[in-house]
């Protein structure tokens, strides 16, 4: 939301730096399009898709921060789009592998009222950083770090998972019960 903003900052119109925001719509509308046929072919899980666009979105927003000509914006506003599209196509998804098909109706609303609370803190938490700043860079780093260190847990996330079951394994082996450990 505030790259518009920033745009309108560093000396773009306010038109030119409007249409950055379409751009981001844009790339996301074919982002939805093209996410789908990519995990029907299972090239990877849905997991580490969300990862990997992610991880994307969070050096975008790192890069984005440098962002100083409208062609750079452009590049930023795409990639932006595209990737961060990848929750609307994967999140039902992830949803239902991690809580089954039964219970789905339950989680799906609170997934969503608990991302968008998430958002209703983020962007008066941005406008501080701004009114503090006078720069809104402090955002783009904040959210781009975040977005990162989101992607760099989720995968790893199969590595503690295989980790966790050697652990319980071996304390089954020693007499200890799996259940009692966590």
């Known amino acids: 939301m505030f790259f518009v903003s920033n745009a ?15 751009i981001v719509g844009i790339s996301g509308a074919i982002g ?3 996410h789908g046929p990519i995990l029907d ?11 990997l666009m992610l991880g994307i979105s969070g050096t975008s927003c790192l890069l984005g921060s440098l962002a100083r000509s409208y062609a750079v914006f452009v590049v930023f506003s795409a990639t932006l789009g595209f990737s961060t599209s990848t929750s609307n196509v994967v999140y039902p998804l992830m949803v ?5 098909v039964n219970h789905v109706k339950k989680i799906f609303g609170v997934g969503i009222i608990l991302a968008q609370s998430a958002a ?6 941005i406008g501080y950083l701004y009114d503090t700043t006078g720069d809104y ?5 904040i959210s781009g770090g975040v977005m990162l260190l989101n992607s760099i847990i989720a995968l790893l996330d199969p590595l503690w998972v295989t980790w966790d079951r050697r652990r319980h394994r071996t304390h089954e082996r020693d007499g200890y019960d799996a259940q009692e450990l966590g």
């Open 8 to 22: 309108v900052n560093l000396g773009m119109s306010k038109t030119d730096a409007a249409f950055l925001f379409s």
């Open 32 to 34: 939805r399009l093209g």
């Open 41 to 51: 072919k299972k090239i990877m899980t849905p997991f580490q898709f969300a990862s």
């Open 96 to 100: 239902r592998a991690v809580v089954g």
């Open 120 to 125: 209703l803190i983020t962007l008066p938490l």
């Open 137 to 141: 860079g402090m955002a783009f780093y």
